[in-house]
């Protein structure tokens, strides 16, 4: 059955090909980024079943304007794909205190302020499903990427959490953990490097920069694929609450779970006893 997609950062790179691959196979997409020509270029130019439209996704007013013009044009919202994100990478200490600000505003609070637009629609409607682009580092701390960490957490206890407001409006949620896919994340376009420099950390940044600019272009995982299985997903009546993507995010992500359980068992002996005496 035909659905209408909401993609954001769909000019490129990830959102590109969940967008291209959804018009094959005959849903209506709403195409978002900030420069809506880039996008009509990259999928193909204009079609019935496509509305690319202007969205910068920290600007609320422009989310709602972007929803508004999507209902307008097909008339509802079934899938929500926050898809938009930028990378913010290095040390703590050489991350300005703007550029944390700065990188939770887009990967935290963008895919709010859109989620926040498009749920009105989805609760009318009694049905939709919102799909979000966490990471790898949205479930497991990783060096060099602090503040990106520190962002996809939070979209992870948010969604995880929201699943329990909107549940009895029928609207599904999955958070979405990719490993290294070939995106364009570590492009100059979306990666930004820290601004301070700290002697102590200096040839360890040197060194890591490195190693990161090396993978650009040659990390394993398919976007292709990645967005195809998304579009498996966004068909399922009862999809996934988390869908890890990759066999290294899966390997990385069982190896976490496990860790977990380690770590709650070893505080049993002094964390189980902690309530008042007169709870018994």
């Known amino acids: 059955m035909s659905k209408v997609f909401f993609i954001t950062g769909a000019g490129r790179g990830l959102g590109a090909d969940i967008a291209r691959q959804a018009l094959s196979a005959g849903h209506r997409v709403v195409a978002t980024g900030r420069r809506p020509e880039r996008v009509f270029e990259t999928l193909g130019g204009k079609q019935e079943n496509l509305l690319a439209t202007a ?20 008339g509802r919202i079934d ?31 963008g895919p709010m302020n859109v989620t926040r637009a498009v749920l009105p629609v989805m609760r009318a409607q009694r049905d939709g499903h919102i799909i979000t682009i966490s990471s790898l580092a949205g479930a497991v701390g990783l060096e060099f ?7 996809k957490f939070g979209v992870e206890g ?12 029928n609207i599904r949620m999955t958070i979405v953990e990719p490993g290294f896919f070939r995106t364009e994340l570590l492009v100059d376009a979306s ?18 920069k490195k190693v990161w600019e090396s993978m650009n272009g040659q990390q394993a995982g398919d976007p292709a694929k990645l967005a ?11 999809p ?27 505080s049993r002996e002094l964390g189980a006893c902690l309530a008042h005496d007169d709870a018994a």
């Open 145 to 151: 990427c602090v503040a990106y960490a520190a962002a």
């Open 158 to 169: 948010f969604m995880e959490s929201l699943r329990y407001d909107v549940e009895p409006f």
């Open 240 to 266: 996934p609450a988390r869908f890890v993507a990759g066999a290294d995010a899966i390997e990385a992500v069982t190896a976490k779970a496990k860790e977990l359980l380690a770590q709650a068992e070893a």
């Open 79 to 109: 899938v929500l794909v926050n898809n938009a994100a930028n990378f913010y990478a290095g040390y703590f200490e050489e991350i300005s205190d703007a550029q944390m600000r700065q990188q939770i505003e887009t990967n935290l609070f």
């Open 191 to 208: 990666t930004t490097w820290a601004e301070l420099s700290i002697d102590d950390y200096a040839e360890r940044t040197a060194a890591t």
């Open 228 to 238: 195809a299985a998304l579009l498996t997903i966004a068909g399922q009546e009862q």
């Open 55 to 74: 969205l910068d996704i920290n600007d609320p007013a422009a989310v709602r304007s972007a929803a508004r013009a999507a209902v307008d044009r097909f």
